[in-house]
């Protein structure tokens, strides 16, 4: 069973598409907090966040189609935290574009941490029963 390690993207799982998808999640995050640290112009940070945002949308939906296809028992649950994920995400969205970039650089590291467990975590426990089925496919 492959495990999760720290690369400099974040984390891998060892399941291309996820860790792909992940990856891109964490640019997005990261360019944004960079962008913020820097006092790039709102305008920029904006569109960063929107990408943030859709992105995170997308990616969830994806794992949550691959989940439902393979009958995944935990499915419920991860849905639950994608879902409150992406209310936290919508949420510094609207804390900094309503000028509140204090309260946004706190809220980025509470969704980084989250982040980073969930992957190692829930998509990790996704990822270990995907090859668990695979091999039972053999």
Do not use: C
Request: hydrophobic residues 40%; glycine residues 6%.
């Amino acid at each position: 069973m492959a495990g999760v390690s720290d690369t400099e993207d974040g984390v891998e799982l060892s399941e291309e598409v996820m860790d792909g998808e992940h990856a891109a999640q964490i640019r997005l995050l990261e360019s944004f907090e960079r962008g913020l640290l820097e006092n790039r112009n709102k305008d920029e940070l904006v569109i960063v966040l929107d990408r943030l945002v859709e992105f995170t949308n997308l990616h969830f939906m994806s794992e949550e189609i691959l989940m439902q296809q393979r009958a995944y028992p935990g499915v419920g649950v991860h849905v639950k935290e994608h879902d409150s994920l992406l209310e936290q995400v919508r949420k510094i969205q609207t804390v900094f574009n309503d000028g509140d970039q204090t309260m946004t650089v706190e809220e980025l590291k509470t969704l980084r941490a989250w982040l980073v467990d969930h992957i190692k975590t829930k998509d990790q426990a996704f990822v270990s029963f995907l090859q668990k089925v695979r091999m039972e496919e053999v």
